[in-house]
């Protein structure tokens, strides 16, 4: 698995997109078509909102690294024209996933990006998978993964207070040594600012909680490197002494008390959130992980509500997690 597996644990993610950067072979025609036949699905009502086209080139077009040329090409495609019946008994992508249920899945993604699944979308929807020989149940099943999957991301956002501040921006970045967060890592981890000070000493945070038991486990170890330094970029030299760091001696209030917490959305909450979520890894919670996660909700202030709730976040998002392996067939 690509450093894009992470985007199997974040709700709005493509799977098809983690597959196809995971995979040799996947020709630039095979998945050029299949972004068409997202286009003539979700431009099915008459028109592609900017919202769902906005989805195409952030969701999908980035993470599989499409030319500016390729980019172009999708913007000025003429989707109304196209005849999903002509499209779809052609298309073939060999990857270890049923890629026909993804198109399913990336389709109504792409057209609930706007927040109106229009009947007409639906039908094309539900046409396309016809089409493909997808029973209806499973693609009404997708339908409602992804509504599922929408509800969490509200959750998500509400939870670590992801809304932009406007009316107090922060100044003087570059005196603080700070530089903006991707989007994808703002919408996972629900960090805006981020330097090499706060990613070294988040990582040791991350790295004392899950080894309270006595040992960072290897599938927790494999979390940081894979999922999280992934989706911060954090740099490799940081991450080697986060995973070489000597976590049984650290001191966790000293750690916390390093971070710049001024300058993230809601950090104590994404801090508490990705300490579960590394400490879980190795499908194994014991108690004195679960008392330092604990720990760390009373150093931050947390209440024992909204932690409880972060907690079942995270259990909600491995559930569906499997789901969508299951649902999707990964091999």
Not at 1 to 6: N, T, V, Y
Not at 148 to 170: C, N, Q, V, Y
Not at 178 to 207: D, H, W
Request: aromatic share 8%.
């Amino acid at each position: 698995m690509s450093s894009l597996s992470i985007n199997e644990e974040v709700i709005q993610a493509s799977p098809l997109a983690v597959m196809i950067q995971s995979c040799e072979g996947v020709s630039t025609e095979s998945w050029m078509k299949y972004i068409q036949a997202l286009l003539a699905i979700s431009g099915a009502d008459g028109e592609i909102s900017e919202e769902e086209m906005d989805w195409v080139f952030t969701d999908f077009l980035e993470i599989i690294g499409a030319t500016d040329e390729q980019k172009e090409e999708i913007r000025n495609f003429d989707y109304i024209q196209v005849n999903l019946e002509d499209l779809l008994p052609n298309l073939h992508i060999d990857v270890p996933m049923n890629f026909k249920r993804t198109l399913v899945y990336d389709a109504v993604m792409m057209a609930m990006a706007d927040n109106d699944y229009a009947k007409e979308e639906k039908e094309a929807v539900w046409k396309a998978a016809e089409l493909l020989d997808i029973p209806y149940f499973i693609a009404r099943t997708i339908e409602g993964l992804v509504n599922t999957e929408k509800s969490l991301g509200m959750i998500r956002k509400s939870l670590f207070e992801l809304e932009e501040d406007t009316a107090h921006p922060i100044i003087g970045l570059q005196s603080l040594n700070m530089k903006p967060a991707s989007v994808l890592e703002r919408n996972t981890f629900g960090i805006k600012l981020t330097c090499e000070q706060t990613q070294l000493n988040y990582g040791y945070a991350l790295m004392i909680i899950a080894g309270a038991d006595g040992i960072v486990s290897d599938a927790e170890k494999e979390w940081y490197l894979e999922q999280f330094v992934t989706v911060s970029e954090t740099p490799k030299h940081i991450a080697e002494k986060v995973i070489e760091y000597d976590y049984k001696n650290g001191d966790l209030q000293d750690v916390i008390s390093n971070l710049k917490v001024d300058v993230t959305i809601n950090f104590k909450r994404t801090l508490l959130y990705n300490a579960v979520k590394m400490a879980s890894a190795d499908m194994s919670f014991p108690e004195q992980e679960r008392e330092a996660s604990e720990k760390v909700a009373n150093i931050l202030g947390i209440s024992p509500d909204i932690a409880q709730t972060i907690h079942y976040l995270v259990d909600t998002e491995a559930k569906i997690s499997k789901m969508r392996l299951t649902l999707f067939e990964y091999k």
